[in-house]
């Protein structure tokens, strides 16, 4: 089954503990990209990544880290978590000739 | 002001009845996308419109590119289409979201 996975699914940490939320596609996908959801804000994009070893910022990077080291996995990397980073993370992928993008399952992160 | 403006931030319905929910947007794009949110969480694409209209069982997409607004509408609402709809274009490298609208579909 086509699908994007994200792992873990829900995670209560705290402050300064490093973390990483785990994306995978297997659906050959050369684009990938992460989003946080947050009240009143909507969807914001973190980090995308056309392909394997190409990253770049969205629109809130500050506390983020990714890599793309293979095709299918975009790890998303919290070294010193923040209780601002509280929030719903997606993962998505797309092929880059469309423009369709699927969505992971999401990610429900508290950080006391 | 945000560049994807949609209306009404909330709408409650009773089943049956026709709706409409609308986005509006700033700026020229190459596509529109329309996504539903379940109470799950989880996203899922519905529509991708560049232009003219689409539909999808009771579910209907129009864009007006000249007008730089989109609407989805549903025929025949079902408590089961409560979620909410997001639209959002394609920027760049990135989609550019509204606020989302909260649909609840009452029996």
């Known amino acids: 089954e086509a699908q994007v996975t994200q792992n873990p699914r829900y995670l209560i940490t705290v402050t300064g503990k490093k973390l990483t939320v785990t994306c995978s596609q297997n659906?050959?996908?050369?684009?990938m990209s992460w989003y946080r959801q947050d009240p009143g804000l909507g969807l914001r994009q973190i980090y995308y990544?056309?392909?394997?070893?190409?990253?770049d910022k969205g629109d809130v990077p500050e506390g983020y880290k990714v890599s793309r080291k293979e095709k299918r996995n975009f790890p998303l990397i919290l070294e010193s978590p923040s209780p601002n980073q509280t929030s719903l993370y997606f993962c998505?992928?797309?092929?880059?000739?469309?423009?369709?993008?699927?969505f992971g399952p999401g990610t429900r992160l508290t950080v006391l | 002001k945000n560049e994807v403006e949609q209306s009404p931030q909330n709408l409650t319905a009773q089943e049956g009845e026709f709706i409409t929910i609308n986005c509006s947007y700033s700026?020229?794009?190459?596509?529109l996308h329309w996504l539903q949110q379940h109470p799950g969480g989880g996203i899922v694409s519905l529509f991708m419109?560049?232009?003219g209209k689409k539909k999808h069982g009771r579910l209907i997409a129009t864009i007006n590119i000249q007008e730089k607004h989109s609407s989805l509408h549903i025929t025949a609402s079902h408590p089961r289409d409560s979620a909410v709809y997001i639209c959002?274009?394609?920027?760049?490298?990135?989609?550019?979201f509204g606020q989302g609208t909260r649909l609840t579909i009452n029996p």
């Open positions: 700026v020229g794009i190459s596509a």
């Open positions: 659906m050959n996908h050369e684009y």
């Open positions: 419109l560049s232009s």
């Open positions: 959002a274009f394609q920027g760049a490298q990135k989609l550019v």
């Open positions: 998505a992928s797309r092929l880059l000739s469309q423009y369709t993008q699927y």
């Open positions: 990544s056309m392909n394997v070893e190409v990253t």
